[in-house]
């Protein structure tokens, strides 16, 4: 791209560069200017893992103003997550103090689940769930309660804030490579979803699956 060099002012100002006093030229049109939601991404250059990529990763979501819309409630938009790498030591001793442990990183998928308020709707997604991985002929490690803090939510988003639930999955006996199970994965989540879609029509009952994976958890 070619950029033109601006002319020195006779007043002695600076010269702006808002985009909406820019020009176009070369490849730029000014038109083009718009908001978008706000992406932030923290990594260690030696693939250390440490909790500190979480708390800047927390950081860059405070920092990100503009995350998503926002109603007359500010506290009210669409909201925000964060892609990490699944946490096995953590999720490895909350599963023990549940009763079942977890095999070696990439040898199990972690499934992270909106779930609706309503209980008899509930359990029937799990069902949905379950019999799924059984039937693509995975195993069903069990599920977790994931603890939440919802006192910064105001009650509008409250009265249809779903439960949040964490469901662990054992790759089938023919199945030894972490990229293989990755894409089992990928077409159990498809085979949930178009199950529920089509049992309730397309309508929404507050099911959702944010992410289903032996490598990332959202």
């Known amino acids: 791209m070619m950029m033109q060099k601006e002319p020195n002012r006779a007043d002695g100002a600076a010269a702006s560069h808002s985009p909406k006093a820019a020009r176009r030229q070369g490849l730029y049109d000014p038109r083009h200017e718009h908001d978008a939601c706000g992406v932030g991404f923290i990594a260690h250059m030696k693939n250390d893992k440490s909790h500190d990529i979480i708390v800047k990763g927390l950081q860059i979501l405070t920092n990100l103003e503009h995350r998503g819309a926002t109603g007359a ?11 990490v790498q699944i946490p096995h030591r953590l999720l490895a ?17 972690v499934g992270h689940l909106f779930m609706p308020q309503d209980s008899e709707i509930r359990a029937h997604c799990r069902e949905i769930v379950e019999q799924a991985i059984l039937d693509e002929g995975h195993t069903l490690l069990g599920w977790r309660d994931v603890p939440c803090d919802n006192s910064c939510l105001p009650d509008s988003v409250i009265e249809t804030e779903p439960l949040h639930q964490q469901v662990f999955i054992a790759p089938g006996g023919s199945i030894d ?14 085979v949930i979803s178009n199950t529920i879609f ?9 099911f959702y699956t944010v992410s289903l994976s032996c490598r990332t958890l959202v």
């Not at 500010?74 to 997550?81: F, W, Y």
């Not at 001793?93 to 199990?108: N, V």
């Not at 490579?177 to 498809?190: G, H, M, N, P, V």
């Not at 089509?198 to 507050?206: L, V």
């Open 73 to 83: 409630d500010p506290r009210a938009g669409d909201g925000a997550g964060m892609l």
């Open 93 to 109: 001793e909350e599963c023990a103090a549940l009763g079942f442990d977890l095999p070696e990183p990439g040898k199990y998928g």
């Open 177 to 190: 490579c972490a990229s293989d199970f990755e894409r089992q994965l990928y077409i159990l989540r498809k």
């Open 198 to 206: 089509d049992e309730t029509e397309g309508r929404d009952n507050g």
